[in-house]
């Protein structure tokens, strides 16, 4: 599976951004489709997570409420809308694969096969 992230960007507080993570070489249904996101030193962090097979997602609680994440199957995609966005969201963004997820694994990075580019999210005060 390979994977590519798009859609960072520079966006004011309080402002919506619309990632996406595009796969190829496996359909989307068959694996969970992960986010995390990083700041320069410091480890990556979970951000949320789409259940393979079905609709189910995951959030990390500094999220919840603010993101929500879709999927097209047709174009093998997951979209990640980030909400309201506060200056702490500031990061590089990754999406990864997993196809053995479980909820209690969700944080882990080693729980995840395949890892896209990094994608630059910025938000102003």
């Known amino acids: 599976v390979q994977l590519q992230a798009f859609g960072g960007g520079l966006v004011q507080a309080g402002g919506s951004l619309r990632l996406s993570c595009a796969a190829s070489?496996?359909?989307?249904?068959?694996?969970?489709t992960g986010w995390f996101h990083q700041v320069p030193g410091k480890e990556r962090e979970f951000v949320a997570v789409?259940?393979?097979?079905?609709?189910?997602?995951y959030f990390a609680d500094s999220v919840k409420g603010r993101f929500t994440l879709s999927r097209d199957t047709a174009k093998n995609t997951v979209y990640p809308q980030m909400n309201n966005l506060k200056p702490e969201d500031t990061a590089v963004y990754y999406c990864?694969?997993?196809?053995?997820?479980?909820?209690?694994?969700?944080?882990?990075?080693?729980?995840?096969?395949?890892w896209g580019q990094g994608t630059q999210v910025t938000v102003s005060s």
């Open positions: 990864a694969a997993s196809a053995r997820l479980i909820v209690s694994t969700v944080y882990c990075e080693s729980s995840y096969d395949y």
């Open positions: 070489g496996r359909s989307s249904r068959t694996y969970s």
């Open positions: 789409f259940f393979r097979g079905g609709s189910t997602t």
